[in-house]
């Protein structure tokens, strides 16, 4: 147990220590990770259900792939610069001005169902917005990524990253959980009609906006900056060059596995409400004692699968980063890549059965218990100074390979014609896409236990 100075110059034991020592939570572990719990409910809320909101202001599969496309771009873009200025201006000052566009973005993404009768070109202002919107909202998640990395390294011991890691994700994942749950609690009242989940959704970014205000607030005046490592000035496109050609070498395998399970992944990501909400159009009749008989739609019911999901993310989290302390980071992270890949086939084959989604979405879960790990894997290696840019870079060279596959899975789900005569060339078929999903993600993680390599820390 460690000791503090009291207000008389004595040393008092800090009762806190054990559980500090446990979880890694150091103060700033603690305040980034209350800012991921209110950015993170604000952003699961709104980024699962927004295929169900698009399609209810007017986009077609194909526009919905785009989007989650779009979003795999500012994946790729966001999080050199957010790591580099994260690193040379200090994280609490990076963080706000991340939060602050991140709020901004939810406010956009409010008013949209309100531009629908404004056509522009193919399509209406409402679905402008809906993309303008994602520019914003994704900075905390994406600019900011770098910098959280940077937090968590220089406050813990190496052989304790991904214990400190799985901190952070606990309280991120906690709001994973409640965000859905609310979700499905605003959309109880309404029907599955386009105006009911445009209004719905309307009032699930209320919730966002306050929280992301709430989120900026707390990481600004509570973050004690005086802790933060600096790293170099900038250099521009030489700069990134050099963090490209210097990236650790251990990263290499991790990252060609990595970005496989990722581009599966985000080629069916976005339509997973899609599959419960339309393909399958599952809800569920639940009767209570002192209530009465409750039916859920579609839509409130996959927010009680996402709930469910995190649930069983919260529970391994924790058990998984200790684990991973006696076994080593490798295996843990084939497992989260495993489940990754095989969730997909899982659940397009589906019946059209409540239980059997519940039992889907309780295994989806497992595949966070990799990921406490897996960012241990990506940062440890990094010299103090340089985490945030290290970050960056591995995420910038991931997410540009990614950037296509959302389009793709958008192609390969609703089909297209050929541009010049109009004519079909593919029907469009969910199944196939979400097989050719597992399929990649199934290589990746099989490159990854063939060639990736453990964090010495770990050994």
Request: glycine share 12%; charged share 10%.
């Amino acid at each position: 147990m460690s000791l503090e100075t009291g207000a008389d110059g004595t040393e008092e034991a800090d009762p806190l220590d054990a559980f500090r020592q446990f979880f890694a939570l150091e103060r700033d572990v603690l305040v980034l990770s209350l800012a991921m719990f209110a950015f993170s409910l604000g952003f699961q809320m709104t980024s699962r259900y927004m295929a169900e909101y698009m399609s209810a202001l007017g986009a077609t599969a194909l526009v919905i792939g785009i989007f989650g496309t779009f979003g795999n771009v500012i994946s790729a873009v966001y999080p050199y610069p957010g790591g580099a200025i994260s690193d040379r201006i200090g994280s609490r000052y990076a963080l706000t001005a991340f939060g602050l566009l991140s709020t901004v973005g939810f406010a956009i993404w409010f008013v949209a169902p309100w531009l629908t009768a404004v056509a522009v070109g193919p399509t209406s202002l409402a679905i402008v917005a809906v993309f303008v919107g994602l520019v914003f909202s994704q900075a905390w998640k994406s600019f900011g990524l770098g910098a959280s990395f940077a937090i968590v390294k220089q406050a813990v011991s190496p052989s304790k990253l991904a214990a400190g890691f799985a901190s952070t994700e606990t309280f991120r994942r906690t709001a994973f959980l409640v965000g859905p749950l609310i979700a499905a609690a605003l959309f109880y009242p309404f029907g599955s009609g386009a105006g009911d989940v445009e209004l719905a959704f309307q009032l699930i970014l209320v919730v966002a906006i306050v929280f992301g205000v709430v989120g900026t607030l707390v990481q600004h005046f509570l973050y004690d900056s005086s802790g933060d490592s600096f790293g170099k000035e900038f250099g521009g496109l030489a700069q990134i060059r050099r963090d490209l050609t210097e990236m650790p070498a251990e990263l290499h395998p991790l990252l060609v596995g990595d970005t496989l399970v990722r581009f599966a992944n985000g080629m069916v990501y976005i339509f997973f409400v899609l599959v419960v909400t339309q393909f399958l159009e599952v809800g569920l009749s639940v009767s209570l004692p002192a209530v009465g008989t409750l039916e859920l739609s579609p839509q409130s019911y996959f927010g009680i699968l996402l709930g469910l999901e995190m649930l069983v993310a919260l529970l391994i989290m924790i058990p998984a980063a200790k684990v991973a302390e006696r076994v080593g980071l490798k295996p843990v992270v084939a497992l989260g890549f495993s489940v990754y890949a095989i969730f997909p086939v899982l659940l397009i084959n589906a019946p059209e059965s409540a239980a059997v989604l519940a039992v889907l979405f309780a295994f989806s879960g497992l595949r966070f218990a990799g990921l406490p790990a897996h960012k241990a894997l990506i940062v440890g290696p990094a010299e103090m100074g340089s985490g945030g840019r290290v970050t960056g870079t591995y995420y910038l060279l991931r997410n540009l390979i990614v950037i296509p596959s959302a389009a793709l899975g958008g192609l390969v789900w609703g089909g297209f014609s050929n541009p010049l005569t109009g004519a079909e060339v593919f029907a469009g078929d969910p199944t196939l896409a979400f097989a050719i999903a597992t399929g990649i993600g199934l290589v990746g993680t099989a490159y990854f236990l063939l060639f990736g390599e453990e964090f010495e820390a770990y050994q």
